[in-house]
């Protein structure tokens, strides 16, 4: 590289202090967030009560589902027999 055209590169940057390269801003501390109140537990009854009845709605479901499949299976192997 030519000299002097490094000498006018070197001229051209800003003047950089080697001790604020490595100097660290510490951020603020967060204010404090203020927590909402936690929402009350459910009582045990209600919880078994829907747990049950979601158990319930679901062995319906799967229980149709079941006997509609095996309802046209029996149809199909009907008709074709």
């Not at 801003?25 to 927590?35: E, K, Q, T, W």
Request: proline letters at 10%; one cysteine or more; aromatic letters at 4%.
């Amino acid at each position: 590289m030519c000299p002097e055209l490094r000498e006018r590169w070197r001229a051209s940057l800003p003047s950089i202090d080697a001790d604020e390269l490595f100097r660290v801003v510490r951020p603020a501390r967060p204010a404090a967030v203020a927590v909402a109140s936690p929402e009350p537990p459910v009582p045990v009854l209600i919880a078994v009560a829907a747990y049950a009845a979601t158990s319930i709605v679901v062995s319906a479901v799967r229980g149709a589902v079941t006997a509609g499949v095996v309802a046209a299976l029996t149809l199909i192997l009907t008709l074709a027999g």
